[in-house]
């Protein structure tokens, strides 16, 4: 099993705990897409409580990579919806399922298809 095959199946477990609902094809593709950052404990989790990494979130995943040109609370709302999704006392909330999380929400899988 692949160190990829291995975060894939954390997440997927993750995932059910957590009751997200998200398909494990689509946690396999985000994951896949993230790279590097998810083998860095510090980059691979997203803090919900720094304004700075969210604003990230939105101009560099958002923006950059869904191509979303809304409105910036339209996208900050959606932000916070993922937050409190993962539990706002839950300490790992991943960056591939949180990504996750927001791709379902914004309707666009098709950048992972």
Same mark, same amino acid.
């Given at each position: 099993?692949? #160190?990829?095959? &291995? ?8 995932? =059910? ?19 590097? +950052?998810?083998?860095?404990?510090? +980059? %691979?989790?997203? +803090? ?6 969210? !604003?990230?979130?939105? %101009? =560099? ?10 409105? &910036? ?14 539990? #706002? ?20 899988? !098709?950048?992972?298809?």
């Amino acid at each position: 099993m692949s #160190t990829l095959e &291995e975060k894939v199946a954390h997440y997927s477990s993750v995932n =059910n705990d957590l009751g997200l609902g998200l398909k494990e094809d689509l946690i396999a593709k985000v994951a896949k897409g993230l790279g590097p +950052s998810i083998y860095k404990h510090d +980059s %691979e989790l997203v +803090s919900c409580s720094n304004k700075e990494e969210l !604003d990230r979130v939105r %101009e =560099n995943f958002l923006k950059g990579k869904l191509g979303f040109k809304g409105h &910036e609370e339209d996208l900050d709302h959606a932000i916070k919806e993922a937050c409190e999704a993962m539990g #706002t006392s839950n300490r790992n909330k991943y960056r591939a399922l949180f990504y996750a999380l927001l791709v379902r929400r914004l309707g666009r899988e !098709d950048v992972y298809a």
